[in-house]
T-cell receptor
């Protein structure tokens, strides 16, 4: 079974402070990890995925297979970063649904001025 | 704009009723996925269709059903609605089965309120 855990439901920081949103996963195979962002219960937008090793809007995330983690980080938070963030996992289900995403419960990030 | 279109944006209905949510995938995408977002359950995968055939099932109730038509649009049918079915229903699409490296694109969702 695949599982994604985001231990923090709420996270508050001040503008300019570093921010880290935690994500741990459980999966026996080779997962693909994603971070999605949702502003005001609108469309889910892909923020980044581990296979791309890209940095979007200043956010980065590194897959740590030893710790089964994929934490999202940004060195200097901005007010416009306030949103709901979801960590998601896609497993190599081997013939069934590759595309099924398992989401964590989400973390609401609030960046105060 | 992701290219995935969902209608209607909002739906208000009463308990016991039946509704149909519609999703048009991005041009060229063969897979459609349905997700439910609720306050208590979070984001949950319901079902996936690929090129007209059911591909995978998640936590979808028996009162719910879906289909994908030859033009690849999909409909999610919710019947005998209960208060707890109130949620935001998202549709997503991908070009293939969703294998490693393949992106999913989400629609704006349909907000269902059951009164």
């Amino acid at each position: 079974a695949q599982r994604v855990t985001q231990p923090e439901k709420l996270l508050s920081v001040f503008k300019g402070a570093p921010v880290e949103l935690k994500c741990n996963y459980s999966y026996s195979g080779s997962p693909e990890l994603f971070w999605y962002v949702q502003y005001s219960r609108q469309r889910l937008q892909l923020l980044l995925r581990h296979i791309s090793r890209e940095s979007i809007k200043g956010f980065t995330a590194d897959l740590n297979k030893g710790e089964t983690s994929f934490h999202l980080k940004k060195p200097f938070a901005q007010e416009e970063d306030s949103a709901m963030y979801y960590c998601a996992l896609k497993g190599d289900a081997g013939g069934t649904s590759y595309g099924k995403l398992t989401f964590g419960q989400g973390t609401i990030l609030t960046v105060h001025p | 704009d992701s290219g995935v279109t969902q209608t209607p944006k909002h739906l208000i209905t009463a308990t016991g009723q039946r509704v149909t949510l519609r999703c048009s995938p991005r041009s060229g995408d063969l897979s459609v996925y349905w997700y439910q977002q609720s306050l208590d359950q979070g984001l949950q995968f319901l079902i996936q269709y690929y090129n007209g055939e059911e591909r995978a099932k998640g936590n979808i109730l028996e009162r719910f059903s879906a289909q994908q038509f030859p033009d690849l649009h999909s409909e999610l049918n919710l019947s005998s609605l209960e208060l707890g079915d109130s949620a935001l229903y998202f549709c997503a699409s991908s070009v293939g089965l969703g294998s490693i490296g393949e992106k999913l694109f989400f629609g704006s969702g349909t907000q269902l309120s059951v009164l």
